[in-house]
């Protein structure tokens, strides 16, 4: 576990004062988790025993996912997606990087390395950096760095701590960018197992595929489906499908079916199936009703419709072999040649 450095500011920080109590300790224990770049694992089954390995039993992935949200809304971290697996990142983290980074940086974010054992963080919103050389110089470093790689700089000046520092004063013409990506912004890609979707985490409407999450979760109950969700309801839902990026596919929405239609209530071991009647606690505590139901597949091994055998056709009645022979004239033929045996006409 590398050793953190946490400033007092986080006493008096707003963003930390409006966590609630398990949220901050969440919070706080993150970051002594975290790489030099902030940057974790931020699946709530790997958050939860390595945040809470002696006490499994007090916080749930429920509880992560909600500590998550918290944390991502008040804008202490980053969540983001990355060949299916999620991640986030602890903004302004302020740690001496001293590797590279553990874990993939999210877009725009870039790592470069200004000395040995020496790395800088470029994030989005540096337009021009300067980083301190072994001799005490500073040279500039523009956004577009490898393409200003060999630009001249004409002026220099000293600063506050009598350092010399380079300016540019006349940079060259940006390169030609790509387009920007259509998508609003905190827009990204959610890939949910299989489910690639957009999610600007506004609302449910902004999202076909949080709609489409919803819309098979009310299948489950058909209790459910009788009235529309109301505006709590609905944010449980999208904060549901926002923290089960990278789970769900189809087939656990036909296990969660049946599993909710079974009558079973205890496993072997007298351990009971948990199965929340409200469709605000069901989207809550998503990750936990989706163990559950994983549970009772093993339990009473259950296999979706795709992987269930097919019974095979009844085939009607097959009419015998050969030709079909009249009774009266197979008797005719039976008598004529007994007669002729010298046996009688008749049998």
Known sequence: MPTRLIREGILT???????????????????????????????????????????????????????????????????????????????DFGQSLRSAPKYPLPDGYKAIQTGKSKYQLVTPDDDCLQLQTGENSCEQLCTYANAYSDAKTDKQENNAEGNTTVVCSDPPAAPVLPAASPFPDRERLNDVRGMRCADNHADLGASTGAARFMAACLDINPSWSRTLPTAIEQA????????????????????????????????????????????????????????????????????????????????????????????????????????????????
């Open 13 to 91: 920080s707003e963003r930390v004062a409006s966590l609630s109590w398990e949220a901050e300790v969440f919070y706080r224990r993150l970051l002594s988790l975290v790489d030099d770049y902030g940057l974790s694992d931020a699946r709530p089954s790997v958050l939860r025993s390595a945040l809470y390995p002696l006490q499994l039993e007090k916080m749930s992935e429920c509880n992560v996912q909600r500590c998550l949200a918290a944390c991502e809304t008040a804008g202490l971290i980053l969540l983001f997606a990355r060949n299916g697996k999620s991640f986030l990142m602890v903004r």
């Open 236 to 347: 449980a839902a999208l904060e549901a499908y926002r923290s089960a990026q990278g789970r769900v596919t189809p087939r656990d929405m036909e296990m969660l079916r049946a599993y909710y239609a079974s009558g079973l209530t205890h496993d072997r071991s007298n351990k009971a199936f948990w199965r929340p009647d409200s469709r605000r606690k069901f989207w809550e505590c998503f990750g936990d009703v989706l163990t559950h139901a994983d549970r009772w597949a093993k339990e009473t091994r259950w296999k979706p419709a795709s992987a269930r055998k097919k019974p095979k056709p009844e085939q009607a009645p097959q009419q015998p072999e050969g030709p079909v022979v009249d009774t009266d004239t197979a008797a005719a033929e039976i008598r004529a040649l007994r007669e002729e045996m010298g046996l009688g006409g008749d049998a």
